[in-house]
């Protein structure tokens, strides 16, 4: 996932769900086909940019044929290295 977002998202962390660079919103379909999050992922998000219901750490999306066709939108105030 990392290699996909990395191309929008600073993905600072590498992965290991110690900041918030890389949150996403999904759409809703999408958002429910997932395992929920975490603790400690909802812990990053709350330090996001206006998260919202359905606002996920891209590098906890576990990509799948199922999440085929899913839309990713990346807040306009993410804070990263591309804006």
Known sequence: ER???GEYLEC?????????SCHVILDEE???????????????????????ETSRLGCQ????KDLDGMNVTIPAGVNNLWS
């Open 3 to 5: 290699e996909v977002l």
């Open 12 to 20: 600072s962390c590498g992965g290991f769900m110690s900041c918030a």
């Open 30 to 52: 999408s958002f429910a086909k997932l395992s929920p999050p975490t603790e400690a992922e909802c812990d990053m998000l709350d330090l996001a940019f206006e998260p919202t």
């Open 61 to 64: 999306v576990k990509m799948s």
